[in-house]
């Protein structure tokens, strides 16, 4: 009997033109474009097994082993109902000896390879993950800027996660949403030197969510009209400019910019939300000071790093490879790491980071900062610009021939 089923990966991204704001809940239409980096999925990705067949009775799904109810017209429903209606008529209804995949109930199973705890938005590519191997197991003709339409219905940044490199969400005007979708701005193999170096920032206490927080947003900042018609447009055409110029000055100074100020709109919502804390902000300072020094007309004059915080005290540092064994030094110095830091791409070789000191920049002031206690970044992980979804064989499946997760 034939095994209808599909195995893909779908990476993270992390924005540097923040999206915050929807104009439609339902579908998932923002107040403005926005553009991300997408993550190499061999340090950071979601895996998703799909499997119909005939004598399922439900559709099932699983997160990281565990069964999650599929609420009726929620967001991962509205997903696997729009792929089941592509298959149909892009399929089906196009070769009449098709099997009838949209018709029977599917499984899926998913597994992150990074721990919920680390803090990381898992749903952007875990919805990028779903869609992929649905659309894989559908054999849809689509290619993945069509796909982004419906991962953006399972959580807006997903749409991003549809392609590699640099991609840009065009926000779109259209009610029906089918103009706001992901497109590439270039490829990763365009700028490969960009690196990024998530800094895992211990945290209790449990914050906003980014649904219900923009929501308020939308609803009570001044500050976001302002943005939205103003700036993030202009930024948009600079930093696409600025990516296809490999300018990393331009880049950092973007990012920064943009980042700053959507944590300015968050301060600006009533009641006000926090996402950084003491140890995000002292990170700031110490990338800032880093900056200072580079922008010194005798060292050259451009930045060469740039921070970013999503709705969580996270920071994602992007920088040239080049610089990052001097980034990770001097990360390392401020917020000395409990655990050794795993050095995917073997720039310390076998001395380990630290021997030798910090090695700041001469005429880094080192009193931007205090050094902090042990565990205040509970992490560290190093990783650069990636690909989009990659298809995997049948061996990998997260389903057994029973239909449950192995
Ligand atoms: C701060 O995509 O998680 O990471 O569409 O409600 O699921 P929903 O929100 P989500 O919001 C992400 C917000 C952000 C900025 C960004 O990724 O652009």
């Not at 302002?226 to 000055?249: C, G, K, L, W, Y």
């Not at 804390?277 to 050259?300: M, T």
Request: charged share 20%; hydrophobic share 40%.
């Amino acid at each position: 009997m034939a095994v209808y089923s599909a195995t893909t990966t779908a990476p993270v991204n992390i924005a540097c033109i923040k999206y915050w704001g929807k104009r439609d809940t339902k579908l998932i239409l923002p107040t403005n474009s926005s553009l991300s980096v997408t993550l190499d999925q061999d340090h950071l990705r979601s895996t998703t097994t799909s499997r119909a067949d005939a004598a399922y009775v439900k559709d099932r799904l699983w997160l990281n082993g565990v069964e999650e109810e599929i609420k009726p017209g929620g967001r991962t429903a509205t997903c696997i109902a729009e792929l089941k209606r592509l298959r149909k008529e892009l399929v089906e209804d196009v070769d009449s000896a098709a099997p009838t995949l949209s018709s029977f109930s599917v499984h899926i199973a998913s597994y992150n390879n990074f721990p919920t705890a680390a803090g990381l938005a898992s749903s952007a590519s875990g919805f990028a993950a779903l869609t992929a191997s649905l659309a894989a197991l559908y054999s849809l003709p689509c290619p993945p800027t069509t796909l982004s339409l419906i991962a953006r219905q399972g959580s807006g940044s997903a749409c991003r996660s549809l392609l590699g490199g640099f991609v840009a969400w065009n926000a779109g005007t259209l009610d029906s949403g089918l103009d706001s979708l992901a497109v590439q701005v270039a490829p990763e193999t365009h700028w490969p030197e960009i690196h990024a170096l998530i800094c895992v920032v211990s945290d209790t206490k449990k914050g906003t969510s980014s649904t219900s927080g923009m929501q308020r947003t939308v609803e009570t900042s001044p500050l976001l009209q302002h943005r939205i018609e103003h700036v993030v447009p202009q930024r948009m055409i600079d930093i696409s400019t600025a990516i296809r110029n490999r300018n990393f000055d331009r880049f950092a100074e973007i990012t920064m910019a943009d980042s700053n100020q959507f944590h300015a709109v968050a301060l600006d919502t009533s009641p006000p939300i926090f996402y950084m804390n003491d140890v995000s902000r002292a990170i700031i300072a110490v990338i800032e000071e880093y900056n200072r020094v580079a922008l010194l007309p005798e060292n050259g004059g451009k930045r060469k790093a740039a921070y970013t915080y999503d709705a969580g005290p996270n920071a994602v540092i992007y920088a040239p490879a080049a610089n990052m064994k001097e980034i990770i030094s001097m990360i390392i110095h401020f917020f000395p790491q409990q655990e050794v830091f795993k050095d995917s791409f073997g720039l310390f070789g076998t001395d380990g980071v630290g021997v030798g000191g910090p090695g700041f920049v001469s005429g880094f002031n080192a009193n931007v900062a205090k050094t902090w206690e042990l565990g205040a970044i509970k992490g560290l992980i190093h990783t650069r610009v990636g690909g989009g979804p990659r298809k995997l064989g049948q061996e990998e499946s997260l389903l057994g021939d029973n239909g449950l997760p192995k």
